[in-house]
């Protein structure tokens, strides 16, 4: 019996129509990347487990996808070990290597690994695949690709601003409406030093930043499950739940931490970012939102976020300032800030809201129908001038029934056929058909190319 085909939980294959949009996709995030400076880099698929392990939490390590040493991997490890079944022991002794789970960390230690032929500030972008051990779902998937822009080298927060540009831009040429949400870690710290739970940060931003997917039930719930008192849960709720104009959030907050030295530099670097960006009259909505937390341990202070305003989905784009991430790698001082723009997330939503344009899924624009060899010799040097001319253009390959041909092109979307015969060859011409109209008219070559150009 033949063993039946399957591919893995939260992977997908992608048919040719599939890869034309996301193809739309990277080439337009690609291309706006490119408008404001960014040069684009890649990293390997794996890297070695102790340049992944401890970066995102520990939520997310254990989302970490972990390759088995080559060769004889148990050799090492002893029957003792193996009865035990200590998972993250015999993970230690048998895997050195995992597939990277985003890609700022395999950044941060390309920065580190190659300082000395950088310009800083250095710009890069880079869209590749990533891997989370995570459970699948709609919109969460366990392969799925990135497209991320950092800038290192700069403290400026000129970057934040363009950064927001550049997500404001994408966004706008995908026609899809967003909401960009922005918080600070600074403002994290302060309000957790407000409410008396300093050490308990990670707890905290970790479970306010679950609001949108349990609830504010659920989340005191894990704050109490995670140590906080009554009150120190009771003086969050109000913070929490702040609403009004960006102005008045960030008024009330400095009001809030006006004893936090950290707080009141997160309140001032966010006006700031705010205010300019009100100057450059975005399309899309900028807001200020207190429990945007962003889970990974990495970020120091501005945070970013993007959700779709017209169909439901978790975020499809984040990022945010990390200062001290290349410190890890041990490379202190050099501050970093950048977004990634979710490509399957924003697959999902252009695909729900059928928003990709005819010309970016349509691959072929022109058939030439094969009557047979004569026929054959008379096109390809029309297909030749065609092509030259930047027409996506194709010869049926076998000599079929005009039928079979004709659907080829219906199941192709192929907006233009040639039909060639021995009237057309005489004349030195072609017949045009265009596939939604049915019309058909005879034409040069020249002709040809002007219509379909």
Known sequence: MAQKSSIPKGTRDFSPEEMAKRNYIFDTIREVYALYGFQQIETPAMENLSTLMGKYGEEG????????NSGDFLNKVTDEELQERNALHLASRLCEKGLRYDLTVPFARYVVMHRD????????????????????????????????????GSDSLLNEVEL??????VFTRFGIRVQIKINNRKILSGIVEYIGAADKIVDITVAIDKLDKIGIEKVN??????????????????????????????QVIADVLKDSETGLKGVEETRYILDVLEQCHLNNEMQLDLTLARGLNYYTG????????DTPMGSITGGGRYDNLTGIFGLPGISGVGISFGADRIYDVL?????YPKEAVNSTQLLFVNFGENEQVYCLPLIRQCREAGIRAEIYPDKSKMKKQMSYANAKNIPFVVIVGENEMQEGKM??????????RLVTIEELIQTIT
């Open 221 to 250: 719930e894990e704050l109490a499950a995670d140590g906080l008192t009554d009150e120190q849960i009771e003086k969050l709720q109000p913070i929490i739940a702040l609403s009004g104009t960006n102005q008045e959030k960030l």
């Open 164 to 169: 927001m540009q550049i997500v404001d831009t």
């Open 117 to 152: 032929e950088l310009q800083l500030p250095f710009k890069r972008f880079q869209i590749q695949p990533v891997w989370r051990a995570d459970r699948p779902q709609k919109g969460r998937y366990r392969e799925f690709y990135q497209c991320d822009a950092d800038v290192v």
């Open 351 to 355: 695909n729900t809201l059928d928003l």
């Open 302 to 309: 501005a945070i970013f976020e993007v959700k779709a305003l």
């Open 61 to 68: 390590d254990k989302l970490l996808f972990k390759i088995l």
């Open 431 to 440: 017949m045009l058909k265009n596939m939604e109209t049915g019309e058909q």
